[in-house]
C-alpha cells in the first residue's frame, strides 16, 4: 500500500460518528522506566467504549484511559484500577487520540507499555496498518465553555473555549540545543503525524544516574531516548531542530487523551509536565460549569448562549529556538 493510500485509511474524518480500528495491530519491547518486557495488541472495539487497556496478564483486566484512573505522574503519565498499575500510556494515547480513534482494545501483558523508539511513530505505523471503521453512533465532543489555569512556581497550564482542538507548548530548559522552543497548532490527525509524532523522548546525561537510583529508565537506553551531555547530544542526530519543544507537546496531547472525549479547545503549556497537564484533565472533569457535551463539532462559539474565546492569556510564550 503506497504511504499516502495508508496515511488516509489511518485517518477518519474528524466528523459525526465515532470509529474503531479494522484489524488488529501487535508490537512488543521494553518499558522505558520498569525495564519489562511487554507485548501490545490493539484490537477493535464497539461504539461507546472508548480507549480501554486490558491487562491480559490479569484475566483482561480494564483500565479506562480517563481521568479518574490517573495514578503516578512524575516522569511518565501512569494508571491504576482497584491496585492494577500501567505505566507510561501517554504515547501511544497521543497516537490514538490524534489519529480520530474513539474505540479500542489494548491488550497488554505488562505493567508498562513499551517505549519502543522513544516516540509516538511506530504506533502511528501500527494505526495505518490497522485502518479505521465508522461505527454507526454519533461521535461525542467535550466543547469547553469557561477557561481554567493551573500555576505552580513559574509552570503554568491552562485550557480556553475554541472551535476546535488547538496546543500551544513552550519550554525553556538551559541547554545549547534546546533552550527556548514553541510548538503551536490544530491537532489532526496530519498535523500530529508530520510534525509532533516522530519527536522522542530525552533526558540529561547528569540526571541518569539520580533516576536510576529512583528506580526509573531501567529500560532506558540510546536506541529509544535522546541522551543530552553538558555541550550536545550523545546520540544525534536529532529528528528536528526543536524536537524537544515537539516531544513535550506530544506529551501534552498524550496527557490529554484522558479527557475521554476529543476537545473543542486551546490548551496551553507554559513549561507544564504530566503532573501538571493530569491536574488540569481531573479539574476540568471536576466541574461540570466549565464545559459540555455536543455532537456537533461546528456549532460557533462566538454565538451569544456560549463565551467567547478568552483574549491569548500567555504573552510571555517566547519564539521557538532554530
Request: proline share 6%; glycine share 8%; hydrophobic share 40%.
Amino acid at each position: 500500500m503506497a504511504k499516502q493510500e495508508r496515511l488516509q485509511a489511518c485517518y477518519p474524518e474528524m466528523g459525526m460518528f465515532q470509529t474503531t480500528i479494522i484489524r488488529e495491530a501487535a508490537t512488543e519491547g521494553i518499558g522505558l522506566h520498569t525495564g519489562v518486557y511487554g507485548h501490545l495488541r490493539l484490537r477493535p472495539a464497539p461504539a461507546d467504549t472508548g480507549v480501554v487497556f486490558r491487562r491480559v496478564d490479569l484475566d483482561n483486566f480494564a483500565i479506562q484511559a480517563q481521568g479518574q484512573n490517573v495514578a503516578r505522574v512524575s516522569y511518565a503519565t501512569s494508571l491504576m484500577k482497584q491496585g492494577v498499575l500501567l505505566s507510561t500510556t501517554e504515547h501511544l494515547l497521543a497516537a490514538i487520540y490524534s489519529c480520530g480513534i474513539d474505540n479500542v482494545y489494548i491488550d497488554i501483558d505488562s505493567i508498562e507499555i513499551p517505549i519502543l523508539d522513544g516516540s509516538a511513530e511506530p504506533f502511528m505505523q501500527m494505526l495505518e496498518s490497522c485502518g479505521t471503521r465508522r461505527l454507526r453512533r454519533k461521535r461525542r465532543y467535550l466543547k469547553v465553555l469557561k477557561a481554567l489555569e493551573i500555576t505552580e512556581g513559574g509552570r503554568r497550564v491552562g485550557i480556553y473555549p475554541a472551535a476546535e482542538f488547538r496546543v500551544r507548548c513552550y519550554v525553556d530548559f538551559s541547554h545549547a540545543l534546546v533552550g527556548q522552543q514553541e510548538v503551536e497548532m490544530v491537532v489532526s490527525p496530519e498535523t500530529f503525524r508530520h510534525l509532533l509524532s516522530r519527536a522522542r523522548t530525552f533526558c540529561f546525561e547528569r540526571d541518569i544516574a539520580p533516576l536510576r537510583g529512583m528506580g526509573l529508565i531501567r529500560g532506558g537506553s540510546l536506541e529509544n531516548a535522546i541522551v543530552l551531555t553538558d555541550d550536545g547530544v550523545m546520540n544525534g542526530p536529532l529528528r528536528f531542530p526543536d524536537e524537544f519543544g515537539r516531544h513535550k507537546a506530544l506529551d501534552l496531547i498524550g496527557d490529554l487523551a484522558l479527557v475521554g472525549l476529543p476537545l473543542l479547545a486551546r490548551v496551553e503549556a507554559y513549561k507544564a509536565g504530566h503532573s501538571l497537564h493530569t491536574q488540569l484533565v481531573s479539574r476540568l472533569l471536576a466541574d461540570p460549569s466549565l464545559w459540555t457535551i455536543t455532537t456537533r463539532p461546528e456549532e460557533d462559539l462566538s454565538q451569544p448562549d456560549t463565551p467567547s474565546a478568552l483574549a491569548d492569556p500567555s504573552p510571555y510564550l517566547a519564539p521557538a529556538a532554530d
